[in-house]
């Protein structure tokens, strides 16, 4: 009975991690690098100058970043092909030097408008509508900042795998709009000033909607230990899960001959 319940968690956990990886569209590592290192989506795009490639500790690792100056973040054009405006889960790992007020994470607006992803204060907000309650961002520190979006308008903030906010993003501040432009860390034209300086280790980019437990995978909270799983190539998961398919229906065989 364990061996089964062993070999099913670890099916699901196979199953579970091949669906998030088949949804993963973009990965910015920013290994010296400015483009993914997953599909074909563009390269991302330095707004102002200033950035540069540092090495930082992230999560207790020394590893290179992306440094950006207040006013100089980065943007992504043309999201068209890469993700549905509407549809599509984005995770952040980054440090804030300055958390004081708004600081925006996200603009979906190509900087036309005031709405967005932001850092209030230490707490998570969709400008205008939606913020967290706890405050969990600390300036200076890395944290895994993500919002998910799906066709019907139900979108969620979460830090480090923490439920910030949810809801129906009904005004469409989530919404990427006809400008196809994603921007990050750099603020608005439309009221200025709400950004700050810091530096990026990753940025991920889903074609989906992720629910709780699947962004609690990407980094913030850990996954029980029946589900902890290596990073795997699609075809290695595929390998492994049709061996533990074959061990199942072997156990499964020996039960029957008992």
């Known amino acids: 009975m ?10 699901s956990a196979l199953m579970f991690a091949s669906g998030v990886e088949a949804a993963l569209v ?31 500790t992230v999560n ?3 590893t290179t970043v992306l440094q950006f100056p207040e006013g100089a973040g980065l943007s992504l054009s043309s999201t068209s092909g890469v993700i549905a405006n509407g549809t599509f889960s984005i ?31 230490g707490k998570l907000a969709l400008y205008t509508t939606f913020a967290g309650t706890l405050s969990p961002i600390q300036a200076g520190a890395y944290h895994h900042v993500v919002i998910t979006r799906d066709g019907a308008g139900n979108v969620a903030g979460y830090v480090d795998g923490v439920t910030q906010f949810s809801g129906i993003d009904t005004a469409g501040e989530a919404l990427i709009d006809a400008s196809n432009t994603l921007r990050f860390f750099v603020d608005d034209t439309f009221v200025t000033g709400e950004e700050s300086s810091g530096a990026v280790s990753r940025i991920r980019i889903f074609d989906t909607a992720l629910s709780p437990t699947e962004v609690a995978a990407l ?7 029946a589900t902890q799983l290596p990073a795997l ?8 899960l049709a061996s533990l398919l074959l061990l199942a229906g072997l156990a499964l065989r020996k039960r029957a001959a008992k």
């Not at 952040?92 to 850092?119: E, P, Q, S, W």
């Not at 980094?219 to 230990?225: D, I, R, T, V």
């Open 2 to 11: 364990k061996n089964r319940l062993f070999l099913l968690a670890s099916i």
């Open 219 to 225: 980094g913030g909270q850990p996954l029980a230990p």
């Open 60 to 62: 207790g690792s020394s």
């Open 26 to 56: 973009a990965d910015y590592q920013f290994q010296s690098s400015y483009s993914s290192s997953v599909g074909s989506p563009p390269a991302l795009m330095p707004v102002a100058t200033g950035q540069s490639f540092v090495t930082d």
């Open 91 to 121: 995770a952040l790992l980054v440090r804030l030097d300055v958390i004081v007020g708004y600081r925006k994470y996200i603009d979906f607006t190509a900087g036309l408008a005031d709405t967005g992803l932001y850092n209030e204060s």
């Open 233 to 240: 190539s699609p075809a290695s998961l595929f390998a492994l």
